[in-house]
């Protein structure tokens, strides 16, 4: 952000070489920071996040994102409504796209597991 002069724009995203990591590509987003109670306008920069990435993952020919959780934890995002805002996106841009990615949803906790497994299976 500092060489560019700005920041970033929430619901955007970039595709970055990955470098030394063992993948071609880091997708980055900022997705929206929840302070105080949640709101329509944070679900759907959330929504417009996840798009982002997958428009720019498909535009290089990517057969595959992982994505992780974003905006929750620390940026306040609550976690069960994150989950249900990120399957339900990817379900639909993949409708709508009618693309083949395989989408991975990578979580850190046991909790996380736990909210995308119910999500999932239902």
């Known amino acids: 952000m500092a060489r560019q002069g700005h920041p970033e ?3 955007r995203a970039k595709i970055t070489p990955a470098y030394n990591l063992p993948c071609r590509y880091v997708v980055h987003t900022v997705g929206p920071i929840v302070e105080g109670r949640l709101t329509q ?3 759907d920069l959330l929504a417009a ?6 428009a720019a993952a498909a535009e290089k020919g ?3 994102i992982a ?4 905006s ?3 940026f306040g995002f609550p976690k069960r409504e994150a989950a249900e805002i990120a399957v339900a ?3 639909g841009w993949k409708r709508e796209t009618a693309s083949a990615m395989q989408v991975i949803f990578n979580v850190f906790q046991d909790e996380d597991l736990a909210i995308y497994q119910n999500i999932l299976t239902q």
């Open 9 to 11: 724009p929430t619901g």
């Open 41 to 43: 306008r944070h679900c």
């Open 49 to 54: 996040s996840y798009r982002a990435c997958l």
């Open 62 to 64: 990517c057969q595959s």
């Open 67 to 70: 994505f992780c959780c974003i």
């Open 72 to 74: 929750t934890g620390v």
């Open 89 to 91: 996106t990817v379900e």
